[in-house]
């Protein structure tokens, strides 16, 4: 499947699972560029950005949308 934001897209095998609600995608981190499908992690999908409140990171919240590599 595809990931893709305003920001960049990835490539990432699916499942779907009860555990996560319906509209929600979890892409967990930890994966090296080198061993990552194509040429993206999941960090090439977030935010660089802080919140105005603590400087928290933003990458924890971003609108994605999900398709068919293709």
């Known amino acids: 499947m595809t990931v893709r934001s305003e920001r960049g897209v990835l490539r990432a095998q699916?499942?779907?699972s009860e555990d996560v609600a319906p509209g929600v995608v979890?892409?967990?981190?930890?994966?090296w560029l080198g061993?990552?499908?194509g040429?993206?992690?999941?960090?090439s999908v977030t935010a660089h950005g802080?919140?105005?409140?603590?400087?928290a990171p933003t990458?924890?919240?971003t609108a994605v949308e999900v398709g068919r590599v293709g």
Request: charged share 20%; aromatic share 12%.
């Open 14 to 16: 699916a499942q779907v």
């Open 26 to 31: 979890v892409c967990p981190m930890g994966y």
């Open 35 to 37: 061993s990552a499908e």
């Open 39 to 43: 040429d993206a992690t999941v960090n």
């Open 50 to 55: 802080f919140a105005d409140l603590g400087r």
């Open 59 to 61: 990458f924890s919240d």
